[in-house]
């Protein structure tokens, strides 16, 4: 196998999984518009525009494995143009080359359960990101039960980590007790909620990019450490910080009235059925064939905490 590895996007799971594999020595190129400022040492980069089939064509050429860690605006009528888009293009371009896939991908198109989530769910077409969700896994699979590509996704759940500014434990929250001021959460504090740690995603790429060929053409939820509520993983970090772990919750019945004003409350009441009940993943399926020794909180939100006070 060609041990180049081209990563289409350097976002936190991008950045992460590079991490991992420069650390092992193997061949990285980071494909996205503009080269970022803080690649890994030995990274190289070539300029690629997910949205264009040739620029996605030239960027994979001569790749063993493709990692697509790409991530668009969250906003429905942007998803609804481009990840179709950029699927068919990253779909089409390892078809041509025989690059392998590992989709770095989220758990959406699972839509509202009450039963942990699990890989074999049905595809869900509630509200509008699920059904985009669904329809990008569509294309993916068809071209790996077709045989054409050797295609395996990822799927976490919401994420956070050192660094990760993105996320619900992100800016707004570490970031802001990192700054003495409240954490503020667009979500239920109390709900039991599985987060993945971002280092912990990188990992299980990398392990999926090692797998032999019977690991593709199916979906691997991402192991997480045990289930919490976001108002605990927040006190782990505030302490690790000492700082008092204060937080504003937004109920979650008023973002449909602040989408009214604020474009992106909108999106996010879009997926609310994410937070109004306890929101659990089942990655057995991940842990008997690979592992499941994630980071505990403990030291995760920590981690992060620091993170964010290094930077205030």
């Known amino acids: 196998m060609n041990p180049s590895t081209v990563i289409l996007g350097y ?16 061949e990285v190129r980071i494909a996205q518009r503009k080269a970022p400022a803080d690649m890994p040492a030995g990274a190289g980069f070539v300029s690629c525009d997910v949205l264009d089939a040739d620029s996605v064509k ?23 143009e481009a990840w179709p888009r950029a699927m068919t293009n990253v779909v089409e371009a390892c078809a041509t080359s025989g690059a ?41 699979m068809a071209a790996a039960e077709a045989g054409r590509v050797r295609a395996a996704a990822l799927r976490p759940p919401d994420f956070y980590g ?55 053409g199916q979906a691997w939820n991402m192991p997480c450490a045990p289930t919490t509520t976001p108002r605990e993983i927040i006190r782990l970090g505030a302490a690790a910080i000492g700082v ?27 997926m609310s059925f994410t937070w109004d009940r306890p929101y659990r993943v089942d990655a057995s399926k991940f842990a008997r064939r690979f592992w499941s020794d994630v980071t505990p909180f403990e030291i995760g939100a920590a981690a992060t905490a620091r993170s964010f006070l290094a930077a205030a």
């Open 100 to 140: 392998r896939l590992v989709f770095v991908d989220n758990l959406y198109m699972m839509g509202p359960q009450t039963a942990p989530l699990t890989e074999d769910m049905p595809l869900s077409n509630r509200a509008a990101k699920p059904a985009i969700r669904s329809e990008v896994t569509r294309i993916w």
């Open 162 to 216: 050192p660094g990760v500014g993105l996320s619900h434990l992100g800016d707004q929250a570490f970031g802001a007790l990192a700054k003495g001021k409240p954490a503020v959460m667009i979500a239920p504090p109390d709900t039991p909620h599985d987060f993945a740690y971002v280092p912990d995603i990188g990992r299980a790429v990398v392990t999926l990019l090692e797998a032999p060929d019977d690991g593709y």
């Open 58 to 80: 030239a960027a994979v050429n001569g790749a063993g494995q493709v990692v697509l860690a790409i991530g668009f605006a969250y906003d429905a009528k942007v998803w609804r």
């Open 11 to 26: 976002g936190a799971t991008g950045r992460a999984t590079a991490d991992v594999l420069t650390v092992r020595g193997r």
């Open 244 to 270: 008092a772990p204060k937080i504003t919750a937004i109920p979650l019945w008023t973002l449909p009235i602040l989408g009214a004003f604020v474009p992106f409350m909108r999106e996010v009441a879009d």
